[in-house]
T-cell receptor, first 114, second 114 residues
Framework: DGGITQSPKYLFRKEGQNVTLSCEQN?????MYWYRQDPGQGLRLIYY???????QKGDIAEGYSVSREKKESFPLTVTSAQKNPTAFYLC?????????????FGPGTRLTVL | AQSVAQPEDQVNVAEGNPLTVKCTYS??????LFWYVQYPNRGLQFLLK??????LVKGSYGFEAEFNKSQTSFHLKKPSALVSDSALYFC????????????FGRGTSLIVHP
């Protein structure tokens, strides 16, 4: 899983709660990404960031928020507005925004709504 | 627009036999193509990529992939499968003239039987 860490590994949320998933990388990568993985649906992009203090919505951003105050950190908040948050969340990074660069993934956080 | 298809949800192969996991793509320009592997409850690991040049790309753990422009395919192959190769495999594509955000396939579950 390279130089990307995600915490916690497992997270349980009650209805109506906001929770924050941590993602840290020590690879000195400029670009970072958040994906949601559900069985049989592959990876869906939530948010991405090309550089510090900048981020863009992905395909399924509703009910989520992010920040990019430091190059190495890209936390994801799952808000109470996200109606079906139970899923496996993956953080990734790449050297930059050139198309040739592969992505490096963290180990994931499994979020369960109780 | 870019898209990728993995036509098989699951591939079964006996240990020692060759394996193929299929991927087809659609792009407006030229493709950059990637294969990743995911073991249970883990993040994705990069296997190999095609950027340009030789159509046969060699990657990690004995895997290789063949780029076929006329068939718009990028199938993953290995001459002799191991039980430890059992995992979920994802193909991803970027359009050279488009965004650096890749599009992932839905994944193919490879099961190697002893």
């Amino acid at each position: 899983d390279g130089g990307i860490t995600q915490s916690p590994k497992y997270l349980f949320r009650k209805e109506g709660q906001n929770v924050t998933l941590s993602c840290e990388q020590n690879l000195n990568h400029d670009a970072m990404y958040w994906y949601r993985q559900d069985p049989g649906q592959g990876l869906r992009l939530i948010y991405y960031s090309q550089i510090v203090n900048d981020f863009q919505k992905g395909d399924i951003a509703e009910g989520y928020s992010v920040s990019r105050e430091k190059k190495e950190s890209f936390p994801l908040t799952v808000t109470s507005a996200q109606k079906n948050p139970t899923a496996f969340y993956l953080c990734a990074s790449s050297i930059g925004t050139n198309n040739v660069y592969e992505q490096f993934f963290g180990p994931g956080t499994r979020l369960t709504v109780l | 627009a870019q898209s990728v298809a993995q036509p098989e949800d699951q591939v079964n192969v006996a240990e020692g036999n060759p394996l193929t996991v299929k991927c087809t793509y659609s792009v407006s320009g030229n493709p950059y193509l990637f294969w990743y592997v995911q073991y249970p409850n883990r993040g994705l690991q990069f296997l190999l990529k095609y950027i340009t040049g030789d159509n046969l790309v060699k990657g990690s753990y004995g895997f290789e992939a063949e780029f076929n422009k006329s068939q718009t395919s990028f199938h993953l192959k290995k001459p002799s499968a191991l039980v430890s190769d059992s995992a979920l495999y994802f193909c991803a594509v970027r359009d050279t003239g488009g965004s650096y955000i890749p599009t992932f396939g839905r994944g193919t579950s490879l099961i190697v039987h002893p």
